[in-house]
């Protein structure tokens, strides 16, 4: 996070979409889901402040199975029923 106000993890939901697939929603670091997020920074509180970040990880599950895939990820405060933050990416 680079810039707002302190978020708390409860309202935190990030998705992930592989190639176009159906969404599908990361744990909040209890490697719950398909995938989960590590949360780096102030990891001694429960909150997302500016200076945190995440790297988001599969959770037993191959996500991408063709060798390079697109990964769009939705940042939403579910409290708030705002999306935060879309972004695309390429991992091979």
């Not at 106000?5 to 990361?26: F, M, Q, R, Y």
């Not at 398909?34 to 402040?49: A, H, K, P, Y």
């Amino acid at each position: 996070m680079s810039q707002g106000g302190d978020l708390n993890w409860a309202s935190v939901s990030v998705k992930i979409s592989v190639d176009n697939g159906a969404p599908v929603t990361c744990s909040n670091g209890d490697a719950s889901g398909n995938c989960d997020l590590v949360e780096f920074g102030n990891t001694g509180d429960q909150f997302w402040s500016v200076g945190d970040g995440v790297t988001i990880v599969e959770s037993g599950q191959d996500l991408c199975t063709s060798g390079s895939c697109v990964i769009k990820v939705t940042i939403t405060d579910t409290r708030e029923g705002k999306t935060l933050d879309e972004s695309t990416a390429i991992a091979e």
